[in-house]
């Protein structure tokens, strides 16, 4: 039996017909009825606007189940307990009067999560449509990304969402923050004390981000040109991966100590200058170029594009933090679309010893790199130096790993989805993996500088080719603080 007890809910999907919903959010849910993590009373509400006959979209949330589930992961009888949750309601989620049928579902006792897995536009009509049926007290509200444009409009969209639910009740995702190995980060540095006493600007050189999707905007192209890769990937994703590597010990396990210290990472960013635009940030866009063996289009030539979009597909930046653990220390941040390879990493270069014994034409090879390991296998890898072995090596050395990976350690165990993980957590009740209103405004504001420099400089991204690293000047940005990429081919 899971050691793991969660209260009786009922838990609703704004949205509930959505390629989020279908693809992440009904699979996860699933999943924790097979593991045994939801309570035998929890109730589940798909809505969505759609009319019809309610059977036809459970048959759809069936089918969507057993296409992105692996038939040997899937348990017939749970597939039918999870049915037997289900209830589909059709609603106008702008329509006040559509809130009576869904208050009637909720019973009186029960927390009822609401999770929108909408446009953020509409946060606020749902949570004032929630108030006017007397469905807040007992909600706690998950809100998906992005959360705005900018920092105007994601304080426009916090605020309207905080006229009816306090902070402790907003659960903010960002699905990076539940996947196992950044879950790892936090055991990894503080509880061993191997890496916590060398993870300061003493004994680390630099450190890498690197987010690399080998897709292209599949489809999204309405919403992906009104974002672009810094939004979309380097507000959220990447910056909330900089805090938990850079952010000091908190004073405990709990939400408001860990993001506290994340906050104060946010804070020491060193803001960029437009001046500073072309030897700190590099933006991209791809051209045509062969993907997987396969010639693929590029940007511009999507379906429905606008052929005169200057939005980028690629970021790269170097970051820097200003106090005393990490000074002088640059972080590099990589991420696009249409890469070489699908591939999310964190690599931490660690200095060379002051004192070097072994011959002269090995000393490229003194170094030692920490690397973590988010898709698609996720896990760790410690690069340390060794003897070569054989008798006629002498003191000839090596580089090679100690190392962790998930899937081969953990043979018999299934590794969750990030989104397993958050909707157990929210549950919970436990916010220790989601965003806090304050972490966003900050992001946002060390973003909106860049949006706002290239603006003013009029910077156009630099063509890359589809199944590339990404343009010839983000070698340049770290090749000329004297290092490179670490894997790039």
């Known amino acids: 039996m899971p050691s793991i007890t969660v209260e009786p809910c009922t838990f609703a999907l704004f949205g509930a017909l959505g390629d989020l919903a279908l693809r992440k959010l009904f699979p996860a849910l699933f999943q924790l009825d097979q593991a045994d993590l939801l309570h035998a009373d929890t109730q589940i509400l798909a809505l969505a606007r759609d009319a019809g006959e309610p059977q036809q979209y459970i048959a759809t949330i069936e089918n969507a189940l057993r296409g992105y589930i692996d038939a040997k992961n899937l348990d017939e009888g749970v597939m039918q307990r999870f049915l037997a949750r289900l209830s589909y309601v059709r609603m106008d989620f702008l ?23 909408t446009p953020a536009s509409v946060y606020g009509s749902i949570c004032a449509n929630l108030a006017r049926v007397g469905l807040v007290d007992r909600t706690r509200v998950v809100l998906e990304k992005p959360i705005g444009h900018d920092l105007a409009s994601s304080r426009e969209v916090n605020n309207a969402v905080a006229q009816y639910f306090p902070e402790t009740r907003i659960y903010r995702i960002d699905h ?14 503080f509880a061993n004390s191997l890496f916590e ?19 292209g905007i599949e489809g999204r192209w309405g919403y992906f040109d009104q974002a672009g890769q810094l939004r979309d990937m380097i507000q959220n994703h990447l910056l909330q991966l900089l805090c938990l590597i850079a952010m000091d ?26 001046e500073q635009l072309s030897q700190r940030v590099v933006r991209g866009q791809y051209v045509a170029g062969n993907s997987a063996g ?8 999507e379906e429905n594009s606008n052929t005169e979009s200057n939005t980028e597909t690629f970021v790269a930046l170097r970051a820097d933090i200003r106090n005393w653990r990490w000074s002088g220390v640059p972080f590099y941040l990589r991420t696009g679309k249409r890469m070489a390879e699908k591939m999310s990493q964190i690599v931490i ?16 090879l003194i170094s030692n790199r920490l690397i973590i390991r988010l898709q698609p296998d996720e896990g760790i890898s410690l ?3 060794t003897k070569d072995q054989g008798l006629d090596k002498g003191m000839q050395l090596r580089s090679g790993p100690l190392q962790l990976s998930f899937s081969d350690t953990y043979q018999s165990a299934r590794i969750p989805d990030a989104y397993e993980r958050l909707l157990l957590e929210v549950m919970r009740g436990n916010q220790n993996l989601f965003v806090r209103k304050d972490e966003i405004e900050h992001a946002w504001l060390w973003c909106d500088q860049l949006i706002d420099g290239w603006k003013r400089l009029g910077d156009k991204p630099k063509p890359y080719a589809a199944g590339s690293w990404g343009p ?9 603080d004297g290092k490179a990429w670490y894997g790039d081919l």
């Open 383 to 385: 690069q340390v130096m």
């Open 95 to 117: 329509q006040a009067d559509d809130y009576q049928q869904l208050a009637g579902q909720v019973a009186g006792d029960k927390c009822l999560i609401a999770y929108f897995a």
């Open 176 to 189: 990076y923050l539940g996947k196992e190995t950044v879950q790892n980060l936090i055991a990894l540095r």
């Open 472 to 480: 010839m000047a983000s070698i340049a940005l770290i090749t000329r």
């Open 197 to 215: 006493t060398q993870w300061n600007q003493n004994h680390i050189s630099h450190v890498e981000i690197t987010v690399a999707e080998k897709v």
């Open 294 to 301: 396969k010639a693929v289009p590029g940007y511009l030539e």
């Open 349 to 364: 270069h660690f200095k060379e010893p002051p004192h070097y014994i072994f011959a002269a034409e090995q000393r490229p």
């Open 249 to 274: 010990p908190p004073s405990d396990l709990s939400a408001d100590s860990i993001r506290d210290e994340k906050v104060k990472v946010l804070k020491a960013l060193e803001p960029i200058t437009a």
